[in-house]
């Protein structure tokens, strides 16, 4: 069984070694593949000293990376994991044979720390509001769509469109395997701080606000029926609700005195209706990709435990 150790990175020169010395410790046997995303430090140069095999990825963007990644390195595992040295090495090979033995797609590492200058106040609240879209709306089996720290099968790295430009990368992989109804599975995993002199490339409301359009634009086609209903739904009510009074004046008067209100109660039904012929119309296409995409899933083989 063949395993490939992903470091996507960026201006890392502090940690990429001690990254790469602890899943060599922890994985003798895998290859660790670096890719680099137009950092300016010595990155490069230490990674490629220490042992590994480096690329560049000039489109700047974590997604970038994992689209690269993905499509270039061919193995049997592949282990994902962010060059900054707070994931814990030590707990990869639990979640690879969780993921062998178990037939599983997707193990997550769940970040757990105590420590607050590893996991900053903001992006403790972010990701609890973010994961908490994502249990609403897909399904709740996660409970940190954001960690960096995946494994996964060879059927699910080659079966992702991976469309995702930056940080949104992790929250796409999770609506994947949720979309798919991939067998998948979360550890907790020890989560530490940065190395003084390292500083976090995630921001928290830039990325934060990116992420949650993601997951809206996700939602929209990946239950386009869910989405377009909802709409419908509150235009069909609100309208109901303004011709609440002109029904009654009609009845006691057999008159329509507000004529505008009329027309606008009219238009937003017949919103109400497109919506809901909208959502029909794409549920009808969405299902025809999830079966294109369910297919690609099934021509990989699935991962052998030996």
């Excluded at 609506?175 to 979360?186: F, N, Q």
């Excluded at 004046?249 to 209706?273: K, Q």
């Amino acid at each position: 069984m063949s395993v490939a150790v992903l470091v996507p990175c960026f201006n890392e020169a502090i940690t990429i070694g001690t990254v790469i010395l602890q899943f060599r410790e922890a994985l003798p046997g895998a290859t660790i593949h670096v890719y680099d995303n137009n950092s300016t430090d010595e990155t490069i140069a230490i990674a490629s000293v220490a042992g590994a095999i480096v690329r560049s990825v000039t489109r700047q963007g974590k997604g970038n990376v994992v689209r690269r990644m993905f499509a270039d390195i061919d193995a049997d595992v592949y282990v994902l994991v962010d060059g900054d040295a707070t994931y814990h090495a030590g707990s990869v090979l639990g979640m690879i044979s969780l993921l062998a033995g178990e037939g599983l797609d997707m193990v997550v590492g769940s970040r757990e720390s105590e420590q607050l200058t590893a996991y900053r106040r903001g992006h403790r609240f972010g990701n609890r509001l973010l994961t908490g879209c994502v249990a609403w709306l897909f399904g709740r089996e996660f409970t940190d769509i954001l960690s960096g720290y995946r494994v996964f099968s060879r059927r699910f790295v080659k079966s992702f469109p991976a469309l995702a430009e930056g940080f949104e990368t992790e929250t796409e992989l999770t609506v994947h395997a949720l979309g798919l109804r991939m067998p998948i599975a979360e550890v907790p995993t020890p989560y530490a701080a940065r190395p003084e002199g390292s500083a976090s490339k995630l921001s928290t409301y830039r990325d934060g606000w990116r992420i949650l359009v993601t997951i809206l634009r996700l939602f929209k086609s990946e239950r386009p029926l869910v989405f377009f209903g909802m709409l419908a739904s509150l235009f069909a009510i609100t309208a109901i609700g303004v011709s609440v009074p002109l029904f009654y004046t009609y009845l006691d008067t057999g008159l329509v005195p507000r004529i505008p209100t009329a027309v606008l109660v009219t238009g937003m039904m017949l919103m109400a209706m497109g919506f809901l012929l909208c959502g029909l119309v794409l549920d009808t296409v969405t299902r025809g990709r999830q079966e294109m995409k369910r297919l690609a899933y099934l021509a990989v083989p699935p991962l052998r435990g030996d």
